[in-house]
């Protein structure tokens, strides 16, 4: 075997799932057919998810350093502003980072390949999947280069992170169903001046469209997204001082543009592939599931694609799993991708629908319901969570148990562990339970009970035991998280609960780690 995982394609998603197979020592090797990292900005909001994803990888503090923090998010409609929903507030106690980061894809890229490098892979560039023959122990994977030269690659496993036209997906004859958008969409990094609140997302909505202004790094640098005026669909010469008129007409008469330093523009597709995996070949990010752009969703849930697959794969190579665990990643990200495309989707309808009465619908009614419910701290908190991705959950894998059915409110199986602040220590500082967490391993969090006497559990290096010691600080904050005490909760790598219960069961745990996550002794 040459290889034990071939990374296919070197975005976002694939350099995520090499840095995370590398740290948790996998042998990987990650092709592109490009000759070098994408130039190109493409997406650019990074949600609190990817951040505290970021945090655990030690790159989030560059990505923060790189970024522009969008604290807020503002709605105008008819030249006045209807809403603003206060990013920060509705998530300081949710994540540490209770914003949405504006970072380009290509600093998202270079940070993750930087980091790459660091832990001592690097990019096969020039590299391009063209044929992949599945054996029952691996997989050939024909590779071609620009001077026409190919060769062939044995791997035991091959993930597809070739973007929406996967040649994994393809040559794994896995069908891509959906359909694209009938609109043209453009995309403009300008510097400009006008009505925008500056370092936070405005959204201008307009009878027949709308247009997204995002802050960019620096001063009155904005990337502006917006539907191709009709005069305009259609035509291949389309540029930005052809669609300035329709700009200035909804989103300001004193919009003013210095600079247009990128114009693209684009059509979308909504599709999701009807199966993630064939066999020894998995498919992650855009080339799984694609849908348009509505709250920046793409980028980052290509991320937690990666970020749910390595820990899963990295036992089954090292052979501390059984392959049985591997089912597990369609079975969680699919419910994800699809439930995904249907809420993007009915929002986008709703934001590009060209009839008069989505029109009025979109001015009058949208803005009002925006500005009523978002101005309700329930409603932005649930908002947050839905967009920051924290509110993800797996409630309903094989992997998640929740013993002794815990009380509605708290945590369970299959959630994204709460983020606390708690005394690890009886008469220790308060400390940031992300950062006491390590990814890498399991953690078994015990609360309002004594340690299990010593041997009863042999944790191995795979887990990490922590008793949550008595305390008015840590029975508070368990309080605001709704964690009962006495419980305990055993975290898989990726943060999420995968078994909780009340009193710890040692044959509880044996039992779950044996036969649901099918770890070998
Ligand atoms: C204009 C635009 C704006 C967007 N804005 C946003 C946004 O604001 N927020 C958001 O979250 N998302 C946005 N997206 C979507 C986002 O860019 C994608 O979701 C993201 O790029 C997916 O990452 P990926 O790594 O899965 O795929 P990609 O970024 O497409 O990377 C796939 C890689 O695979 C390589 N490859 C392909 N085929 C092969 C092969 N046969 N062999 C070897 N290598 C191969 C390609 O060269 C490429 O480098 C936008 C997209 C576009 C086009």
């Given at each position: 075997?040459d290889?034990?995982v071939l990374?296919?394609?070197?975005?976002?998603?694939?350099?995520m799932?090499?840095?995370q197979?590398?740290l948790?020592?996998?042998?990987a090797?990650?092709i592109?057919?490009?000759a070098?990292?994408?130039?190109?900005?493409?997406?650019?909001g990074?949600?609190?998810?990817?951040?505290?994803?970021?945090?655990?990888?030690?790159?989030?503090?560059?990505?923060?350093?790189?970024?522009k923090?969008?604290t807020?998010?503002?709605?105008?409609?008819?030249?006045?502003?209807m809403?603003?929903?206060?990013?920060?507030?509705?998530?300081?106690a949710?994540?540490?980072?209770?914003f949405i980061?504006?970072?380009g894809?290509?600093d998202?890229?270079?940070?993750?390949?930087?980091?790459?490098?660091?832990l001592?892979?690097?990019?096969?560039?020039?590299?391009?999947?063209?044929?992949l023959?599945?054996q029952?122990d691996?997989?050939?994977?024909?590779?071609?280069h620009?001077?026409?030269?190919?060769?062939?690659?044995?791997?035991?496993?091959?993930a597809?992170?070739?973007?929406?036209?996967?040649?994994?997906?393809?040559?794994?004859?896995?069908?891509?169903?959906?359909?694209?958008?009938?609109?043209v969409?453009f995309?403009?990094?300008?510097g400009?001046?006008?009505?925008?609140?500056?370092?936070?997302?405005n959204?201008?909505?307009?009878r027949?469209?709308?247009?997204?202004?995002?802050?960019?790094?620096?001063?009155?640098?904005?990337?502006?997204?917006g539907?191709?005026?009709p005069?305009?669909?259609?035509?291949?010469?389309?540029t930005?001082?052809?669609?300035?008129?329709?700009?200035?007409t909804?989103?300001?008469?004193?919009l003013?543009?210095?600079?247009c330093?990128?114009?693209?523009?684009?059509r979308?597709?909504?599709?999701a592939a009807?199966?993630?995996?064939?066999?020894r070949?998995?498919?992650l990010?855009?080339a799984?599931h694609?849908?348009s752009?509505?709250g920046?969703q793409?980028?980052?849930?290509g991320?937690?694609?990666?970020?749910?697959?390595?820990?899963?794969?990295?036992?089954v190579?090292?052979?501390?799993?059984?392959?049985?665990?591997?089912?597990?990643?369609?079975?969680?990200?699919i419910?994800?991708?699809?439930r995904l495309?249907?809420?993007?989707?009915?929002?986008?309808?709703?934001?590009?629908?060209?009839?008069?009465?989505a029109?009025l619908?979109?001015?009058?009614?949208?803005?009002?319901?925006?500005a009523?419910?978002?101005?309700r701290?329930?409603?932005?908190?649930?908002g947050?969570?839905?967009?920051?991705?924290?509110?993800?959950?797996?409630r309903?894998?094989?992997?998640?148990?929740?013993?002794?059915?815990?009380?509605a409110?708290a945590?369970?199986?299959?959630?994204?562990?709460?983020?606390?602040r708690l005394k690890?220590?009886p008469d220790?500082?308060?400390e940031?339970?992300?950062?006491?967490l390590?990814d890498?391993r399991?953690?078994?969090?015990?609360?309002?009970?004594?340690?299990?006497?010593?041997?009863?559990?042999?944790?191995?290096?795979?887990?990490r035991?922590h008793?949550?010691?008595?305390d008015?600080?840590?029975?508070?904050e368990l309080?605001?998280?709704?964690?009962?005490?006495?419980?305990?909760y055993?975290?898989?790598?990726?943060?999420?609960v995968g078994?909780?219960?009340?009193?710890?069961?040692i044959?509880?745990?044996?039992?779950?780690?044996?036969?649901r996550?099918?770890?070998?002794?």
């Amino acid at each position: 075997m040459d290889t034990d995982v071939l990374i296919v394609g070197a975005g976002p998603t694939g350099l995520m799932l090499a840095n995370q197979l590398v740290l948790r020592g996998v042998r990987a090797v990650i092709i592109d057919r490009h000759a070098g990292p994408s130039l190109q900005t493409r997406a650019l909001g990074v949600q609190a998810r990817t951040l505290e994803i970021y945090a655990q990888l030690g790159i989030v503090e560059r990505a923060l350093a790189l970024g522009k923090r969008g604290t807020g998010a503002n709605i105008w409609a008819q030249g006045r502003r209807m809403a603003r929903v206060p990013l920060g507030e509705a998530g300081q106690a949710v994540t540490p980072y209770p914003f949405i980061l504006i970072l380009g894809q290509d600093d998202n890229e270079r940070i993750m390949g930087d980091k790459l490098r660091e832990l001592g892979l690097s990019v096969q560039w020039n590299t391009e999947l063209v044929g992949l023959a599945q054996q029952p122990d691996g997989v050939t994977a024909t590779l071609k280069h620009p001077d026409g030269t190919s060769r062939n690659i044995r791997a035991g496993w091959v993930a597809g992170c070739d973007g929406a036209r996967s040649a994994v997906r393809e040559l794994s004859g896995i069908a891509f169903p959906g359909a694209p958008y009938e609109h043209v969409f453009f995309v403009a990094d300008v510097g400009a001046t006008g009505s925008m609140v500056a370092d936070e997302v405005n959204v201008y909505l307009w009878r027949k469209g709308f247009h997204l202004l995002f802050p960019m790094r620096g001063r009155d640098h904005w990337r502006i997204v917006g539907i191709l005026p009709p005069s305009l669909r259609g035509r291949d010469d389309a540029t930005f001082e052809a669609v300035i008129p329709s700009l200035r007409t909804e989103a300001g008469a004193g919009l003013s543009f210095q600079a247009c330093s990128w114009f693209s523009t684009y059509r979308i597709h909504h599709r999701a592939a009807a199966r993630f995996r064939d066999r020894r070949c998995f498919l992650l990010g855009d080339a799984a599931h694609i849908h348009s752009p509505v709250g920046a969703q793409g980028m980052n849930t290509g991320l937690q694609d990666a970020y749910n697959l390595a820990w899963k794969l990295a036992l089954v190579v090292q052979g501390r799993a059984a392959p049985a665990l591997l089912d597990s990643y369609e079975d969680e990200r699919i419910p994800i991708a699809r439930r995904l495309l249907n809420t993007t989707d009915r929002a986008f309808r709703l934001i590009v629908s060209d009839s008069r009465l989505a029109g009025l619908f979109r001015t009058k009614v949208i803005a009002r319901i925006a500005a009523f419910g978002l101005s309700r701290p329930r409603l932005q908190r649930l908002g947050f969570r839905g967009v920051s991705q924290t509110a993800i959950h797996y409630r309903k894998s094989p992997l998640s148990k929740s013993l002794d059915g815990p009380p509605a409110a708290a945590p369970r199986a299959g959630d994204r562990f709460p983020w606390l602040r708690l005394k690890f220590r009886p008469d220790g500082a308060i400390e940031d339970s992300f950062q006491q967490l390590d990814d890498t391993r399991f953690q078994l969090l015990l609360f309002g009970q004594l340690s299990p006497p010593a041997g009863a559990l042999d944790p191995g290096d795979l887990l990490r035991l922590h008793v949550i010691p008595a305390d008015p600080v840590n029975d508070a904050e368990l309080a605001r998280a709704q964690i009962p005490q006495p419980s305990f909760y055993l975290l898989r790598p990726d943060g999420h609960v995968g078994l909780c219960g009340a009193r710890l069961e040692i044959a509880a745990i044996e039992h779950y780690l044996s036969e649901r996550l099918h770890l070998r002794e």
